[in-house]
């Protein structure tokens, strides 16, 4: 750590001082605020927090390290705009870390604060809301004015920023650290993977349950992915306004009946936006593995990570799909079926990484669709 003076300034004016480190510079992003008390590496790697600023609302960070294997970007760098923690350890204590948290955010560019008041920044957040903000060693006064000018996270489509250029087929299994999927077994059907922003671990979980798995770019069209030949299409996670990835939401309308459909997250919202319905902007939204959902089917409740700062209005769904799982602190949409055409989706992740695995199941339930889609 630098140990150099630095500041957090939020589009309202809020100012927080904390002590600069990572990388030097200015970062600006949407500031928002993950529960996970562990798993801090998945949450800088995951593309879904693209753009945003985030803070750990666990105090101590940084004392296992970052080891190789943690990482839920398919391409190894981390995705935040910025990181807040309020203590930050100084030594990496643990036989998996390759290098400290504070030399690898430095490494990447990341800018990062530490000293920073995550538990009144929290309380700040979940009373009014995320909004943007600029972290930095500049003046107050200047990273308002940033922070002010950054572009509302309303209307961005993020995807473009961590989709692949091409398509590639990926193979690699959860391995000696991986949690066997219930019922699981040799599948081999073929599925492809529309990236919107997808974490490592649903690529591995469908190879657990075994799946060849193919991935394709954001803009892939519908003709251009049943040309693959799949068994069944997944729509991954990802950041952004779900409202402004018009080309997925029109290449999902093309494959939905086709094929046995699969979506996590910025995936769920992307079908329901298919189907006729409405997203809209959460007060701060869902983030971390501990959000208690409640599956409406069964009455089970699962313990679920989750990432999003976007919502499906059920309203405006009615007639067109059916609710399988609410979230049981607000009631917000959590998991949708559409009668007679094959697709399902979530707005959990049940891969976890980091986080319980109650939800894997759900991965074995798209085998079972394919399967039953089989002539």
Not at 329 to 338: F, P, R, V, W
């Amino acid at each position: 750590m630098s140990g150099e003076r630095a500041y957090l300034c939020l589009a309202d004016g809020t100012t927080f001082e904390g002590v600069a480190w990572g990388a030097p510079g200015i970062a600006t992003g949407e500031v928002v605020f993950t529960t996970g008390m562990t798993g801090y590496q998945e949450v800088l790697t995951d593309p879904s927090y693209c753009g945003q600023i985030v803070t750990m609302t666990a105090p101590q960070i940084g004392n296992t390290g970052i080891n190789r294997e943690d990482d839920e970007s398919t391409t190894g760098a981390p995705h935040v705009a910025g990181f807040l923690v309020r203590d930050l350890s100084p030594v990496a204590a643990n036989f998996r870390a390759n290098e400290t948290l504070d030399a690898y955010l430095a490494r990447h560019g990341i800018v990062a604060l530490a000293g920073i008041d995550t538990r009144l920044l929290t309380r700040t957040i979940r009373d009014r809301g995320s909004q943007n903000g600029a972290i930095g060693k500049a003046s107050p006064d200047e990273l308002i004015r940033r922070a002010r000018e950054a572009p509302s996270m309303e209307g961005l489509d993020l995807a473009q920023r961590v989709t692949p250029k091409e398509p590639y087929v990926w193979a690699e299994g959860s391995g000696a650290f991986g949690t066997k999927v219930p019922g699981a077994h040799g599948a081999n059907k073929h599925v492809v993977c529309m990236d919107l922003g997808i974490k490592r671990n649903i690529l591995r979980s469908l190879v657990d349950v075994g799946c060849r798995v193919t991935v394709v770019p954001a803009k892939t069209s519908a003709a251009e992915i049943l040309d693959l030949a799949p068994d069944g299409i997944f729509v991954s996670n990802g950041p952004g306004d779900p409202a402004a990835v018009s080309y997925a939401i029109d290449t999902v309308r093309g494959l939905v009946g086709k094929k046995p459909l699969f979506g996590i997250c910025l995936g769920h919202q992307i079908l329901a936006l298919a189907m006729g319905g409405r997203t809209y902007k959460l007060k701060f939204g869902h983030r971390g593995i501990n959000q208690p959902v409640k599956d409406l089917d069964t009455g089970r409740i699962e313990i679920t990570t989750q990432n999003h700062g976007f919502a499906v209005d059920l309203a405006s769904l009615e007639g067109k799909a059916r609710t399988t799982h609410v979230h049981l602190n607000d009631g917000t949409s959590e998991g949708l079926d559409l009668p007679g055409l094959s697709a399902f989706s979530v707005q959990y992740h049940p891969e976890a990484a980091a986080g319980p695995h109650d939800a894997l199941y759900l991965f074995q339930r798209f085998v079972s669709r394919m399967e039953e889609a089989t002539p």
